[in-house]
């Protein structure tokens, strides 16, 4: 007989990197008997889903719009700072005066869909850097794949740095100072009912606000 199971369904925004994906979902993925449902989308479709409870929870990097007939509530998870990430054949190069170093290496960047993305480059624009742009990627984790081959300097949440060296070999160049990326919970209800999802919340917040 198998023992009964905890079911969670998670929605995740896909502008959402999958480290830290992981990341929030660590307070719950030890919890016995959990069968842990992840599913990604567009933000608008998500809350479609969520508001007819076929979603416990999703997860973004941006709490959810105002919106009159849907009900929803925003949980803040914390934050985590930013950096730029280099593979070894970049890596020295890219320290050696950075930021400005910058300039003269290709990029990796998230496309436009992702919030971090405006920051990114306000974040260029004031330290008077245009570098090239070797890519785009709306899926995080191809970001992270492409920049770990050496393709070009991305950046990265500073908290994933032990993750980021093991996956994909890159090492933590420097900080993207003033640019954070935010993380929510976003659930149909104020006081949350599911014991799961109110665990992630209170831990995860934790967590993240230490960062």
Known sequence: AQSPSVRLVVGIADGLPKLEVQRLLRPVLQVQGLR????????????????????????SDHPAPFHPRLKVHNHP?????????AAPQWWAQAVDGFPASLQSLPVLLPTTHSIVRHLIDHWLAQKGLRPRVAGEFEDNALLEAFGGTGLGVFPGAVAAQD??????????????DGVQ?????????????????????????????AR
Do not use: F
């Open 36 to 59: 842990l449902v992840c599913l990604e989308g567009e933000m608008p479709d998500l809350l479609a889903e969520l508001a007819l409870h076929k979603l416990d929870v999703v997860l």
């Open 181 to 209: 990326e935010n993380y929510y919970a976003i659930s149909t209800e104020r006081k949350l009912a599911h014991p799961l999802v109110l665990q992630l919340v209170q831990r995860s917040a934790g967590v993240g606000a």
């Open 163 to 176: 993750e980021l060296l093991q996956r994909c070999q890159v090492r933590l160049v420097g900080a993207c």
């Open 77 to 85: 998870l914390g934050t985590s700072a930013m950096g730029w990430y």
